[in-house]
């Protein structure tokens, strides 16, 4: 829906493999499409000439552990043909996500620097590693300017959460209104990073609009935007809920959350486009509680 305000509600073409929110399908031209089927991707880009292409499909951590190969075909077959349709320069820019699940038990927790042990334990996580080695091949081999964040778990009031470790930053908001208490599928003291989608989606156009010669990174770049615990997103949420509570019933979820960085350093983002995060706890509870009111 950015992109659309940016550039023009009939310029960005929306697709997925199901329909999509209302808003979505009546603001613009919406195509039902399998990212997987490369034949029908290049139809669809030829049709409408699409110049750059933001692949988000994928499947997510959690969902991931239960379908291996669902995922790994998913999420390297689709990265596989847009790489393709940038080799054959039928298309000229490529945005695609990383995550912080590139990392795993060997790297250093605090303050993850870019370059460092990676070594992911899960399916999901694997395949993003793989993703971000074959974004940097393509680069370097066939010229496709393809740029890529490393995000952390997204916080949004618009969509419900798809799947991953870091779900609960969302579901407990909307139970703290709806019930005024919360089940976390996490211990209350597991820091992992996270950042408001109004922050990703800023930084996402930030390094599309970035002039090539400074993007320096051509695997994925590490981004921070906040660090927390989910004792301390229930005290944030108390600040403005006074009576909210949250249990803790760790879950399978756990074992991903602990092979996961607590803190990102992103001083590459910083230096190379100009990054700076903008929303902290206290401001994304405050957005989220009145957003969802
Ligand atoms: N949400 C987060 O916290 C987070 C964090 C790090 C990285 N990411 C990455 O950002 C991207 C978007 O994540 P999200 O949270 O919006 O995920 P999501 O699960 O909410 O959305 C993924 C979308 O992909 C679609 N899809 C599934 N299979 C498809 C196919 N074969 N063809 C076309 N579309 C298909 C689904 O219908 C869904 O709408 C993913 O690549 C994810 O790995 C997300």
């Known amino acids: 829906m950015t992109l659309r305000q940016k550039h023009g509600n009939d310029q960005v073409v929306a697709s997925d493999i199901r329909e999509g929110n209302d808003s979505l399908m009546e603001s613009g031209p919406f195509e039902i499409l399998d990212a997987t089927d490369y034949d029908a991707l290049e139809e669809v880009i030829a049709y409408y000439d699409i110049s750059e292409v933001y692949l988000m499909a994928a499947m997510l951590s959690a969902t991931a552990e239960k379908f291996p190969m669902r995922a790994w075909n998913l999420n390297m077959n689709s990265l596989f043909n847009v790489l393709n349709?940038?080799?054959?320069?039928?298309?000229?820019?490529?945005?695609?996500?990383?995550?912080?699940?590139?990392?795993?038990?060997?790297?250093?927790?605090?303050?993850?620097?870019?370059?460092?042990?990676?070594?992911?334990?899960?399916?999901?996580?694997?395949?993003?590693?793989?993703?971000?080695?074959?974004?940097?091949?393509?680069?370097?081999?066939?010229?496709?300017?393809?740029?890529?964040?490393?995000?952390?778990?997204?916080i949004s009031w618009k969509t419900m959460p798809g799947g991953g470790t870091t779900d609960y930053a969302v579901e407990i908001y909307h139970k703290a209104l709806a019930q005024g208490e919360y089940t976390c599928f996490l211990k209350e003291e597991t820091a992992l990073p996270m950042m408001y989608m109004d922050d990703a989606i800023r930084a996402t156009l930030q390094l599309m609009e970035a002039n090539e010669e400074n993007i320096k990174i051509r695997s994925s770049y590490n981004l921070a935007g906040m660090s927390f615990t989910p004792g301390e997103m229930t005290k944030s949420i108390q600040n403005e809920l006074p009576n909210f509570k949250t249990n803790y019933e760790p879950d399978f979820r756990q074992a991903i959350a602990d092979s996961w960085p607590s803190s990102i350093n992103d001083s590459n983002a910083q230096q190379d486009w100009g990054w700076k995060a903008a929303f902290d706890l206290e401001k994304t509870t405050k957005e989220m509680l009145g957003n969802l009111k």
């Open 85 to 154: 349709l940038g080799k054959e320069k039928k298309i000229d820019t490529i945005f695609w996500p990383s995550s912080i699940a590139v990392f795993g038990p060997n790297t250093p927790k605090e303050d993850t620097p870019q370059n460092t042990i990676m070594e992911p334990s899960t399916v999901y996580g694997i395949s993003k590693q793989s993703g971000e080695r074959w974004c940097e091949y393509y680069f370097n081999k066939f010229d496709v300017d393809v740029r890529s964040i490393r995000y952390p778990g997204l």
